[in-house]
């Protein structure tokens, strides 16, 4: 496709349920991030794929949050039993990977409410 | 202490004046990024850099690796440039150049005509 989308657009969930946000980046792009944004803040890294493999997983806050890229094309980031503090915007990146050189293109972002 | 830290949170413009934003880090960088979030939410690339000054049209964005610190100037600024502006850095981590961003909180610009 032409950009990173993300799907779905907006997410309503009640407490407790899980939920899984799907990621489609640039086609041929190596690298995958999965960022979460909070109201008035910047970006806050959760984790990184380079192909399928899951290269830095430190940001994710708990074992609740986990994220796949099984085929080194689509990632999907779930999230199990959710809660309120998991309500905001959750952001994919992709990039060709090329280092130093290495230009990040965001999707549209996954509205994330937790009621 | 966050490893990104930018100047001014907020700041408001007549259209015509010279902006600058600031970006100050602690860490040792392979590159830094400014980023434009619109007010509907998308976030672009505007500039990437590892040392030394970019132009692209009336944007500007200076960096200083010695003094870890990194400028955006806007020249002319016209309400459309109204948005969010994000500097984040790529660190270099045991000889590592790829991976992970660190934000800054963002810039809040508004332009009034």
């Known amino acids: 496709g032409a950009g990173v989308s993300q799907s779905p657009r907006y997410k309503v969930t009640k407490r407790g349920q899980d939920v899984a946000l799907r990621c489609d980046p640039i086609?041929?792009?190596?690298?995958l991030y999965w960022y979460r944004q909070a109201l008035g803040q910047g970006p806050e890294f959760l984790t990184y794929?380079?192909?399928?493999?899951?290269?830095?997983k430190s940001g994710l806050p708990n074992d609740r949050f986990s994220a796949e890229r099984p085929e080194g094309s689509i990632s999907t980031l779930t999230i199990q039993r959710t809660e309120q503090r998991d309500s905001a915007m959750y952001r994919c990146?992709?990039?060709?990977?090329?280092?130093?050189?290495?230009?990040?293109?965001f999707g549209p972002g996954t509205r994330l409410t937790v009621l | 202490k966050n490893e990104v830290e930018q100047s001014p949170q907020n700041l408001t413009a007549q259209e015509g004046e010279f902006i600058t934003i600031n970006c100050s880090y602690s860490v040792g960088i392979s590159a830094l990024h400014w980023l434009q979030q619109h007010p509907g939410g998308g976030i672009v690339s505007l500039f990437m850099l590892s040392s030394g000054k970019k132009k692209h049209g009336r944007l500007i964005a200076t960096i200083n690796i010695q003094e870890k610190h990194s400028s955006l100037h806007i020249t002319a600024s016209h309400p459309r440039d109204s948005a969010v502006y994000i500097c984040a850095v790529r660190r270099r981590d045991r000889g590592s150049t790829l991976g992970r961003l660190y934000f800054g909180r963002g810039t809040q610009l508004t332009v009034w005509p």
């Open positions: 086609s041929g792009h190596v690298s």
């Open positions: 794929f380079n192909y399928e493999a899951q290269q830095d």
């Open positions: 990146a992709s990039s060709l990977g090329l280092g130093r050189a290495d230009t990040q293109y």
